[in-house]
């Protein structure tokens, strides 16, 4: 990251704290992978979860139509 910050140009000495956005890009982008990967990791939590509790509770030997009046 700091090396993006100091860089001036191609074939050129860095320069320090040359380009401060480039933090700013990073602390975002380093913010919104680490939503993307809890929200994936919530997603397959949840998801098995849902089908062990379908699995263990007997709902997968139903019909749709049997499946629909519990539900109502």
Same mark, same amino acid.
């Given at each position: 990251m700091w090396d993006s910050v100091d860089a001036d140009g191609v074939n050129l000495v860095p320069v320090r704290d040359n380009s401060p956005y480039y933090v700013v890009f990073y602390v975002i982008l380093v913010i919104i992978l680490?939503?993307?990967?809890?929200?994936?990791? !919530?997603? *397959?939590?949840?998801?098995?979860?849902?089908?062990?509790?379908?699995?263990?509770?007997?709902?997968?030997?139903?019909?749709?139509?049997?499946?629909?009046? !519990?539900? *109502?």
């Open positions: 680490c939503l993307f990967f809890v929200n994936m990791f !919530i997603r *397959v939590v949840i998801q098995t979860y849902n089908m062990e509790k379908d699995f263990l509770s007997f709902n997968s030997l139903l019909t749709e139509e049997q499946r629909s009046w !519990i539900t *109502v």
